[in-house]
């Protein structure tokens, strides 16, 4: 419990001014989650000492509260993920979550494997005693554009790309080892391609996934 989590929680017992001003967040949090809850006719008797009776009900109050933290839902976008951990982006926050051994993975409602899921996914996660049992994630529709235009240059190697001419716009594409090329409707490699001639592009984002020229 942050005590400063719980600094927008008002008090309303009628001794409060009696309570010393450095414990006021400390009360504040263990009221406002519910685990002390003051006396008859509104007060809290911040002076009274605590009872052996009153302190096993807090304690069993305290134990409730871990345990609703332990079992909860946790939502953020994938960064990392193995087969022992997943390490989501919350916010401004990087956190790394245990994996049950025997967890369930669904991507876009379908049942999928843990390899399955890439960094950028948007994943829910249901936790239970400390461990991810649950991951539902959501992946956005790929966008395919698709461009028509004159090749004017290749780059050739590590980081192989397209440059065309689509109207008066300059168009440059990289090309990687899935990027599907035909000319002449067959298949074909990067150095096959004439530079000068008619191309057609698809493409996701600037990555080409299919070139094909006549």
């Known amino acids: 419990m942050d005590p400063e989590a719980a600094g927008e929680y008002e008090l309303d017992f009628s001794d409060k001014e009696a309570i010393p001003e450095d414990l006021l967040g400390y009360v504040r949090a263990i009221v406002a989650n519910g685990i002390m809850k003051g006396y008859e006719n509104n007060v809290f008797q911040p002076n009274k000492p605590v009872t052996r009776a009153e302190m096993a009900v807090l304690l069993d109050r305290l134990g409730d509260l871990l345990h609703e933290q332990e079992n909860r839902r946790v939502e ?33 409602r379908e049942n999928v494997e843990l390899e399955d899921l890439v960094a950028g996914d948007r994943v829910r996660l249901a936790v239970k005693d400390g461990k991810v049992v649950l991951i539902r994630a959501q992946r956005a529709a790929v966008v395919e554009t698709t461009h028509q235009g004159r090749l004017i240059r290749l780059v050739l190697g590590t980081s192989s790309k397209v440059t065309m001419m689509e109207k008066d716009t300059e168009l440059t594409f990289k090309v990687d080892e899935n990027t599907r090329i035909r000319v002449a409707g067959k298949r074909a490699l990067l150095k096959d391609l004439e530079v000068g001639r008619e191309v057609a592009v698809t493409a996701q984002g600037d990555l080409a996934v299919r070139i094909e020229q006549e």
Do not use: H, P, R, W
């Open 76 to 108: 953020g976008t994938l960064v990392k993920l193995d087969s022992d951990y997943i390490t989501l982006q919350i916010e401004d926050t990087v956190k790394e979550l245990a994996l049950a051994d025997d967890v369930l993975v669904y991507l876009n």
